[in-house]
């Protein structure tokens, strides 16, 4: 059974940089077709912020194009989000997700995480 496991949320000032890191077991990680990263608000919908393939091909939300970068090791079985020039609508619940046959934002996932808080105060 595949699991997930976010780290590296925290608090941090506007303008800060945050690096998630988001751990894969229970499967050949190497094997999963795409990663990504979703994050949500309370009361919100979930947004979709990035994806990744594997031939590592990359997409991501406007809103943090320019400032957010995904990454994987397939070595480590890892998937990374460095968040750079952080603001406060960025303030959210991070989550990894895997095991989906497209690779889209708006793409349906079948495994995710537990989540990790992101907090930028202004």
């Known amino acids: 059974q595949v699991e997930l496991v976010e780290s590296g949320g925290g608090s941090v000032q506007a303008g800060g940089s945050l690096s998630l890191s988001c751990a894969v077991s229970?499967?050949?990680?190497?094997?999963?077709?795409?990663m990504a990263w979703f994050r949500q608000v309370p009361g919100k919908e979930r947004e979709g912020v990035a994806t990744i393939d594997s031939d590592e091909s990359t997409t991501y939300v406007d809103s943090v194009k320019g400032r957010f970068t995904i990454s994987r090791d397939n070595a480590n079985d890892t998937l990374f989000l460095q968040m750079d020039d952080l603001k406060p609508e960025d303030t959210a619940m991070y989550y990894c997700a895997a095991r989906s046959p497209t690779c889209t934002l708006h793409s349906t996932f079948g495994a995710w995480g537990q989540g990790t808080q992101v907090t930028v105060s202004s």
């Open positions: 229970g499967y050949s990680y190497s094997s999963f077709y795409c």
